[in-house]
Every structure is written in C-alpha cells, then in structure tokens.
C-alpha cells in the first residue's frame, strides 16, 4: 500500500489527477457487482449499497462507495476514500416528472441518463456532460447539465427534454472533504 498520509489542504495539489481518474473509473464502471468487495441490497426494497477497493488498474490506498435509493424520487450518495479517509462525495437527488406515465418511456428515459452519465467530461468530477442527446425506442431525447463551480466544491441541475418538455429533473452537489490544514 501507498504512503498513507492525508496530506490535509495540499491533497488536492498531490492526488487531484489521481482523484478525477479514479472516481471518473469508479463511476463509470457502473457499479458491476464483479467489481465490488461488497454489494448489498437493504431490507427496504430497491436500496443498494456499494463497495469497491479494486477496480484493476487501481492500487488499494483509493476506495469508493455508493448509496443508491430507486424511487420517486431517487436519491445517492457516492464517495470516494483515500487511504481510508472520505476526500470527495457527490449527492444526486431526481425525478422522472409525472407528465410520464407510461412504463415504457420511464424505462427508456431512465435507460438515456444512465447514457448520458457515462459521457461525463474528463477531468471534472460531475453528473454528466453539458449536454447529451440521443434516440432511444424512436424517442428523442436530450441532457442538459448546468453545473456551477469547481472540482472543490459544485453543485449542478440535470434535466431531460423530449420534443421541447422537460421530462426529468435532477439536482447534485458534492467536492473535495476533510481538507483540514497540515
């Protein structure tokens, strides 16, 4: 295992690249149970947990961790572990709106933000890209993402549109934690 000091305000400056790369990894791995040390599905229905200590390309001093709650709304907490310390998080909370009713285009709608998710920027730890757009079932749809801040401490509104309407609405906000100075 890697040296294992939290460096306090100057990790950012020694382990910001390191940070956006793994958590980018993380996120996009999808939340694989073969990659997770432990997943599990709570009592409450439709609340997973999951742990992970080992994407391959990573060594064991970074971990993460993500809390997702299905439901009207969803809700999720994913965090990031150095060296056992949490050194960054982001909460989502959205909807698909109640305009959509048919269980088919919920499905379709919640199957483009996962698309849309994984076309995250490279080196900015967010929800998604500015925007997206796509077909999916001969529904056009398009992302947007309005994101205000940094790496250190952002927050952001995702919506979803088809033909003009707002079909999904979601906020986020997180960045860098326990930045204590040394």
């Given at each position: 295992m890697k040296d294992c000091q939290f460096h306090g305000c100057d990790f950012w400056k020694n382990h910001g690249k390191q940070l956006v790369r793994f958590a980018s990894d993380y996120i996009r791995?999808?939340?694989?149970?073969?990659?997770?040390?432990?997943?599990?599905?709570?009592p409450v229905s439709g609340i997973y947990h999951f742990?992970?200590?080992?994407?391959?390309?990573?060594?064991s001093a970074w971990s993460g961790s993500d809390h997702y709650a299905e439901g009207y709304p969803f809700h999720g907490l994913t965090e990031v572990f150095y060296c056992g310390n949490v050194c960054w998080h982001i909460s989502y909370r959205g909807a698909i709106l109640p305009i959509v009713t048919d269980k088919k285009s919920i499905q379709t709608i919640g199957d483009f933000?996962?698309?849309?998710?994984f076309f995250a920027p490279g080196g900015w730890l967010?929800?998604?890209?500015?925007?997206h757009h796509g077909t999916i079932d001969g529904l056009e749809l398009s992302y947007l993402n309005q994101l205000d801040g940094d790496?250190?401490?952002?927050?952001?509104?995702?919506t979803i549109h088809t033909n003009g309407i707002v079909v999904y609405q979601g906020r986020y906000h997180g960045g860098l934690l326990n930045l204590i100075p040394s």
């Open positions: 791995s999808g939340f694989k149970d073969e990659l997770a040390d432990k997943v599990m599905i709570l742990e992970s200590s080992c994407l391959d390309t990573w060594d933000l996962m698309e849309a998710l967010t929800r998604g890209p500015q925007e790496n250190a401490e952002f927050s952001g509104r995702e």
